[in-house]
């Protein structure tokens, strides 16, 4: 059953398929503990325990990857590794999947977790600049990044001082950037991200009381929200126009694309890409745009 395609990945994602648990614990012994047949039969783990999806990440980069130490201190957010690769995936498309250090990424909020550096180097090639705005996190990536020798030397992360800024005091001068990426806070309040973990706890059939996923300040809220960060990293990238390819931003509500589409109306964004992300029942969407004319005769779709 493990050639059972998962709908709304990209082809290139290498986690399609129903998970491989025999294989995962084979290179991943730990991972034993938490796996145990589902309501269909299936070997599956608890997904609202966030030790068991944490074992489970370590499974999957080592075995899709080679990285073999990675971990998350307490109360940081833990990634969903297909998810994550899917973002980067779809990058690779948009720059004709080019490969190889000279393709520089920029993660604005590269977190505790370090998880696009880490994928994006190990599967492109690519060399990342992460910038972090908690100190705690960023020594934390940083920890994950040495542990990891594959891609230490294509992986750096830098301290952005601003809570406000997105590129000033992280991009240096005459530094280029093919890309840039960010996963933005979600909600706009502390209360509004309590809120949304007890809606995933009962979406998992949990108990609202239990609170088992991860997630701080600048990680899951902040200040006006999603949109509100957007709009101002929107903003910012004008003075940046020809330090980089492409910006992007994840945006997890349709809602508010119309708004940020004005946005970048008002700045005269060269080109502007929504591309669509699905993991389950969970979508999402990828917000692209560039200042420079010549990325309209480069990109193209794989």
């Not at 370590?58 to 971990?71: I, M």
């Not at 297909?82 to 690779?92: F, I, K, T, V």
């Amino acid at each position: 059953m493990n050639n059972v395609i998962k709908e709304g990945l990209h082809p290139r994602n290498r986690f399609r398929t129903r998970y491989d648990f025999p294989q995962l614990i084979a290179g991943s012994p730990a991972l034993a503990a938490f796996v145990k047949p589902n309501a269909y039969g299936d070997d599956s783990i608890d997904y609202a325990n966030p030790q068991a999806v944490k074992m489970l990440n370590q499974a999957l980069l080592k075995a899709a990857y080679g990285l073999e130490h990675w971990d998350i201190p307490p109360g940081y957010l833990c990634p969903p590794i297909p998810g994550r690769s899917d973002y980067l995936h779809h990058l690779a498309d948009l720059i004709s999947l080019r490969r190889g250090p000279a393709v520089r990424v920029l993660d604005i909020g590269t977190g505790a977790n370090c998880i696009y550096p880490l994928i994006g180097a190990s599967e492109y090639g690519w060399s990342f600049v992460g910038a972090e705005i908690d100190l705690a996190a960023l020594r934390w990536a940083k920890k994950i990044i040495a542990a990891n020798p594959r891609v230490a030397g294509l992986i750096e992360c830098r301290l952005q001082q601003s809570a406000t800024e997105c590129f000033q005091g992280i991009i240096q001068p005459r530094e280029r950037f093919a890309l840039t990426l960010c996963n933005p806070p979600f909600h706009a309040s502390a209360a509004a991200a309590a809120a949304g973990t007890q809606r995933k706890l009962r979406n998992l059939g949990e108990k609202p009381s239990v609170l088992n996923f991860g997630g701080r300040a600048g990680e899951l809220w902040c200040e006006g929200g999603e949109l509100a960060f957007i709009r101002r990293m929107i903003a910012q990238s004008v003075a940046f126009a020809d330090r980089c390819e492409w910006f992007t931003t994840l945006v997890s509500k349709s809602e508010h694309l119309p708004r940020l589409q004005t946005s970048l109306r008002q700045v005269q964004a060269a080109d502007v890409r929504i591309i669509d992300m699905a993991q389950g029942q969970k979508k999402s969407r990828i917000l692209a745009w560039t200042f420079r004319q010549h990325a309209l005769k480069t990109q193209h779709t794989v």
